[in-house]
């Protein structure tokens, strides 16, 4: 097998950290394409609920996964996720699926098959991809590894401000206390503290990190 010539940042944290911000600023950046995984758990996620499947009923959704259409692609500088040909945007982002999602995404043959789905990314391009375990289980060997973590007011007031019904503290919990692939600061990530930045702040933080980390860019 040819070695992959693309490369992987991971970029992990909670809900509500501010992590798809940085991540989409260095994909900007940097000239990469940001993937958001976690719209992958959402849009399967979506789809049970639409199916009238149980979240808990794990039997039922591996069935439903087996068959499901679900294609993960890219539209400029982002990924993008669809099922049954339909893009998923807005719908991934309701209450159900945010008070759903972390029950589906605890189910271990979920997370098998959608994080082969993110390591093919880089059969075609280099990417920033944020979530919980990029840089711990999807792409564990990259040197490019960021923590982003924010206090958990900071968080829920980010979350209330866009006008969404999140219980972040409740998702935070579950990601971090489920079995496979919990969320954690994974070996060699550097954690930055997101509570007092802004946005430009941040990624200026974030490019620091990278270039201790060893990425060359002149940006
Ligand atoms: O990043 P997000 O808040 O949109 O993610 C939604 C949920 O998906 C999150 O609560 C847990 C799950 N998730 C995951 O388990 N692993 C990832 N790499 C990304 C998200």
Redesign the pocket.
């Given at each position: 097998m040819q070695p992959l010539r693309h490369f992987a940042i991971a970029i992990d944290g909670p809900?509500a950290s501010g992590k798809?911000t940085i991540a989409k600023c260095l994909a900007r950046e940097l000239g990469l394409v940001m993937v958001?995984?976690?719209?992958m758990?959402?849009a399967v996620t979506w789809k049970i609920l639409e199916l009238g499947i149980d979240p808990h009923d794990s039997d039922s959704i591996i069935n439903a996964l087996q068959s499901m259409d679900l294609h993960c692609g890219v539209e400029g500088n982002f990924s993008t996720v669809a099922i049954d040909g339909k893009v998923l945007d807005e719908e991934l982002r309701g209450k159900e699926v945010n008070q759903a999602?972390?029950i589906v995404?605890a189910i271990p043959y979920v997370r098998e098959k959608l994080v082969q789905m993110q390591r093919d990314y880089l059969q075609h391009t280099c990417v920033v991809m944020?979530?919980?375990?990029?840089g711990s289980i999807?792409f564990p060997d990259t040197p490019f590894k960021i923590y982003v973590d924010a206090s958990e007011e900071v968080r829920a007031a980010r979350r209330s401000a866009e006008g969404v019904t999140d219980s972040v503290a409740a998702?935070d919990k579950a990601?971090s206390n489920r079995t496979t692939?919990p969320l954690l600061v994974a070996e060699g990530a550097i954690v930055l503290d997101n509570s007092d930045h802004t946005v430009a702040s941040a990624v200026a933080a974030a490019l620091d990190i990278l270039r201790s980390q060893g990425l060359v860019c002149d940006v």
């Open positions: 809900a798809s958001n995984s976690g719209a758990y959402r999602v972390s995404a944020e979530g919980r375990d990029i999807v998702r990601d692939a």
